[in-house]
């Protein structure tokens, strides 16, 4: 990459402390975000969240997160105070959810949640931060933005719902979004239409994306370069087209385990976990 | 061994199916396909007794039932939900839970019954004694495997048995199903919303929108040719994964 990364972690770890004992959920891992689409697939309990709330600092007081470096191009993200932090989040960083049922403000209507998010990083005036909200929700493809504005979360649609949060991270137009799982919960038709949005949106911006998912196939169409997590480690990097060619018993076992059309009357074979693939640590 | 008619389903002013029959014959493995909305698990609801508001006509292995079943229904036919994490009793032991319908039955041998269940499902007597909370998501689907077939059923309806499990425990339990299937021959009726985990495990599927199956197909047609309905066109090339004009039509 020419360009330095928008994002650079090298040696992270995130350790839960719990009432059974200390969980090590990230192990040591390294990678960089450009201006790119960058996918972490994995499976649940990899780690794969749990990395990317820890670039926002997003994690509960009982994880500790320790790392050689977590920067945001010149700012290092772990000795950054809690106002600076609050100055990287939806302005440089963003984050979009799983599910937009539970992450939208249920008692205020949309366009206001969205305009807030633009009024919170740039001193505009009331009227002005509507314009935009309302330019937002038409550039997420809403038909009827004056309309969608004045709703409420409940009353919109799932699919509808999502863009909704689509249009309330960019806003504030960050360098990097990181969605975790931001089509889990649609349905395959509207979850298209959604990763088309983003897919624009992040080309026509220039903005670094990191792309949470455990669907394999959907992480090897969509994005540019992918890691794959298990246990808290990257097994391995690999550009996504040459996600299928993949060589780490790991993911070729992944790969396997998806039925397909293809499979039909034949037995999935069923991956068999090796403890050396985590022996390997640096 | 099943037959659908006509089948009507509506809460309030929602026509949640419409005007549904299929047949499915005994051996069968039958997919419905769809998203969420479409009727589908209200569709399987009906079929199991859950919801008893209903028009049309139902047959099971020849015999009309109505929306009221009796004990001798339940022994036909059981069902298996979509989220093990909500359908097994959090304070049950596996023991009473595969101990629950045996006594219901009031069948004997209970002892023998419950063993090769757990044993039929992977599982082993290691596990009788544990509680769901002790088991992972896997193991838990496994017991309302082992729940749905302690009653030796000829039909099992099963309601997204995977969506909630991650892929390589996806691929044990599909295994499971199929081996299952042949070893008791069984009839299944499978819901997703995933079109390749119903193209793997079923002989013959359907697709539905909005309350109507507007396509049914043998999975050997799906495999080598283009359904001929658009929306089930749009299932399949969104099953393959992201492209680019699924996304703007």
């Keep these: ?282 | 061994m099943i037959s659908v008619r006509h089948l009507d389903v509506s809460f309030g002013n929602v026509r949640a199916v419409s005007d549904v029959s299929f047949t499915v014959a005994a051996g069968d493995i039958f997919g419905l396909v769809g998203e969420s909305g479409c009727g589908k698990s209200t569709l399987l609801r009906v079929l199991s007794g859950l919801n008893p508001h209903w028009t049309g006509s139902i047959e099971i292995a020849g015999r009309a039932i109505g929306p009221m079943r009796d004990k001798a229904f339940y022994r036909q036919v059981q069902m298996v939900f979509q989220d093990p994490f909500g359908s097994l009793h959090p304070r049950h032991t596996v023991d009473r839970t595969l101990a629950e319908p045996i006594a219901i039955h009031g069948l004997d041998n209970a002892e023998a019954r419950i063993a090769r269940a757990l044993d039929d499902v992977g599982l082993g007597p290691r596990f009788r004694f544990r509680y769901p909370h002790q088991l992972s998501g896997g193991q838990r689907q496994r017991v309302a495997i082992a729940r749905a077939l302690i009653l030796e059923p000829s039909i099992l309806l099963l309601d997204e048995p995977t969506s909630a499990l991650d892929v390589s425990i996806q691929a044990e339990v599909l295994n499971l199903l199929a081996r299952l299937r042949t070893a008791r021959d069984l009839t299944l009726i499978l819901v997703s919303h995933n079109l390749a985990v119903v193209a793997h495990l079923c002989n013959r599927l359907a697709v539905m929108q909005g309350g109507a199956i507007v396509e049914e197909m043998t999975v050997d047609a799906l495999r080598h040719g283009e359904p001929s309905h658009p929306y089930s066109r749009e299932l399949l090339r969104a099953s393959l994964g992201y492209h680019r004009a699924a996304g703007t039509s």
């Design chain 1, 1 to 282: 990459m020419a360009q330095p990364p928008l994002l650079s972690v090298r040696n992270l770890c995130v350790r839960f402390d719990t009432p059974r004992g200390i969980v090590e959920a990230v192990r040591g891992i390294d990678f960089d975000v450009g201006r790119e689409r960058l996918g972490i697939v994995g499976e649940s309990g990899s780690g794969k969240s749990v990395t990317g709330r820890a670039t926002l600092r997003l994690l509960p007081a009982s994880a500790t997160v320790t790392a050689d470096r977590l920067a945001l191009g010149d700012l290092d993200l772990l000795g950054a105070d809690a106002a600076a932090l609050r100055s990287v989040r939806g302005r440089r960083v963003s984050m979009i959810m799983q599910d937009p049922k539970f992450s939208l403000n249920p008692v205020m209507t949309v366009g206001r949640q969205i305009a807030e998010a633009y009024r919170m990083h740039h001193r505009v005036g009331r009227s002005e931060a509507r314009r935009r909200a309302l330019d937002m929700l038409a550039d997420v493809r809403i038909r009827d933005p004056e309309h969608v504005y004045d709703l409420y979360p409940h009353e919109v649609s799932g699919g509808m719902g999502q863009r909704v949060m689509i249009a309330m991270m960019l806003i504030p137009e960050p360098d990097l979004l990181i969605a975790d799982e931001p089509t889990s919960a649609l349905d395959v038709t509207v979850s298209m239409q959604v990763l088309a949005i983003l897919d624009d949106l992040v080309t026509r911006r220039g903005m670094g994306l990191l792309f949470i998912s455990h669907d394999l196939n959907l992480v090897a169409s969509f994005c540019d370069r992918v890691l794959v997590m298990y246990g808290g480690q990257i097994m391995e990097t690999l550009p996504a087209s040459a996600l299928h060619q993949a060589t780490h018993p790991y993911t070729r076992g992944l790969l396997a385990a998806l039925p397909t059309i293809d499979t039909a009357g034949r037995d999935l074979p069923v991956l068999t976990r090796d403890p050396a693939w985590l022996a390997t640590r640096r």
